[in-house]
């Protein structure tokens, strides 16, 4: 007797319904869209370490205001670390996120070549300027590649004068290391930092970071 394992394509008696394809590759596209919001804490799940606990509190406080300019914003339903991305500071030396720790930040991640990312850059600066202290401050990451002095001359060309220059570490590779924890879909992201480091939430695209909608979601954040 010959072999009767033949691909299911190659058994007339076995076709398959037209739509079938169609509703196989919804379903993939369906679980992989739910496995990046489990990532991103949209779906709920568990606190990956306890001191993000007090972190759930602050994005209650501030879910209503996600709203006009930063409508976009999504609040983490279980608030968890971030991992230790490394990148530079405006001196040149290294740092990473637990050199923020007491402070509540926005980590932007951004390049010269994302339109969006040019277009919010100057919003991103205003809110710098009114908010940055003790308490907060806007860490605009870049992450070109072999063009850096392009994207810190580009600053320079918008005017912008409260932003402090940071570039991604290449070997620690920040853009894979946040998609892999689900944290990062696309340019620009903005991820608001609590000062254990737990995520708040986060904003995928650009935003009015600059707008009154904006500033009071981060002054809720800060508790001021």
């Not at 606990?53 to 209503?64: F, G, L, V």
């Not at 991305?85 to 040149?92: D, V, W």
């Not at 907060?136 to 932003?163: C, H, P, Y």
């Amino acid at each position: 007797m010959g072999d009767m394992t033949a691909a299911p394509d190659k058994l007339p008696t076995q076709r398959r319904p037209a739509g079938s394809a169609i509703v196989l590759a919804l379903t993939v596209i369906l679980a992989g869209a739910v496995a990046v919001l489990y990532g991103m804490n949209w779906l709920g799940g568990k606190e990956s370490n306890p001191q993000c606990r007090a972190t759930r509190a602050i994005a209650e406080r501030i879910d209503p205001l996600a709203r006009g300019e930063v409508a976009a914003f999504a609040v983490a339903r279980s608030p968890a670390l971030l991992p230790q991305i490394a990148f530079s500071s405006p001196s040149g030396s290294t740092q990473t996120l637990a050199d923020f720790r007491g402070r509540t930040i926005l980590l932007n991640l951004w390049a010269s070549w994302c339109v969006p990312c040019r277009q919010e850059m100057p919003a991103l600066d205003r809110l710098q300027a009114e908010l940055g202290g003790p308490k907060f401050e806007v860490v605009a990451v870049n992450t070109d590649t072999g063009r850096v002095e392009k994207a810190r001359q580009f600053l320079t060309d918008i005017g912008v004068k409260t932003l402090a220059f940071r570039t991604a570490d290449p070997a620690a590779d920040v853009l894979y290391t946040l998609q892999h924890a689900g944290r990062l879909v696309g340019l620009p992201t903005s991820l608001l930092i609590d000062g254990n480091g737990c995520e708040i939430g986060t904003l995928a695209g650009g935003a009015e970071w600059g707008s009154s909608d904006a500033l009071a979601l981060v002054k809720a954040a800060i508790g001021s």
